[in-house]
């Protein structure tokens, strides 16, 4: 990794497809303190609400929690998931068009021991092989990882806090899609190949 370029309110304002692919290989931060906590992004899934049956902001459904998915792109949506665990999602497209990306798995960059600790109550070095995967290759399990909580709803990720930043010397590697997980409620969008993943990067949860 060498020098991060935050990404611009411009990155998100535009399809949310072309968003969810292009997240891929970038740097999810977190700025606590003097703490600052960096994942890879290896996983993500694109939701296009109003049209798709799989949105939380179907049907353009505006509820307390949806609501800053219909505001400016460039924001966090937080929202819960079995009563316990938090997912982030990037609002993408114009203002009015209630649409996101979710971030389902990171790889580790920076900060290890704090994410450790957040997740198993332990130091990184103690952690087995399938300890150190398991610790961020889901989107409740990177939230918990990087501390993101929902005191994170609607978190401006152009500001300094919660964001997404690029290297400025571009990785290569292989995009693989397949339809998005755990969605069975979503009928025909279920079969939306809109799940996109970094191929044969050991941290894409296993769907």
């Known amino acids: 990794m060498t020098k991060m370029q935050k990404l611009s309110r411009h990155f998100y304002n ?3 497809l072309e968003v969810a692919r292009e997240l891929l290989g970038k740097y999810l931060v977190h700025k606590m303190s003097n703490q600052k ?42 929202f819960n998931i079995y009563g316990m665990y938090k997912c982030m999602n990037v609002v993408t497209e114009p203002e009015g068009r209630p649409c996101a990306v979710l971030i389902r798995a ?16 332990k130091r990184y070095t103690s952690l087995n092989k399938r300890s150190i995967i398991n610790i961020s290759n889901g989107p409740g399990k990177l939230c918990m990882a990087l501390g993101i909580t929902m005191e994170h709803y609607g978190e401006d990720l152009c500001g300094n806090v919660l964001y997404i930043a690029e290297d400025t010397q571009h990785e290569a590697f292989n995009i693989a899609t397949s339809p998005r997980i755990n969605i069975d409620y979503a009928e025909e969008a279920v079969h939306f190949p809109w799940r996109f993943y ?8 296993k769907g």
């Open 106 to 121: 990171v790889q580790p960059i920076q900060g290890q021991d704090i994410m450790a600790q957040n997740r198993y109550g």
């Open 14 to 16: 535009r399809d949310t």
């Open 198 to 205: 970094i191929q044969g990067n050991d941290y894409v949860s």
């Open 37 to 78: 906590l960096v994942g890879k992004i290896v996983e993500v899934e694109a939701y296009k609400g109003p049209e798709d049956k799989g949105a939380h902001s179907y049907g353009n459904k505006l509820t307390p929690r949806t609501k800053v998915m219909f505001g400016p792109p460039g924001y966090a949506y937080i």
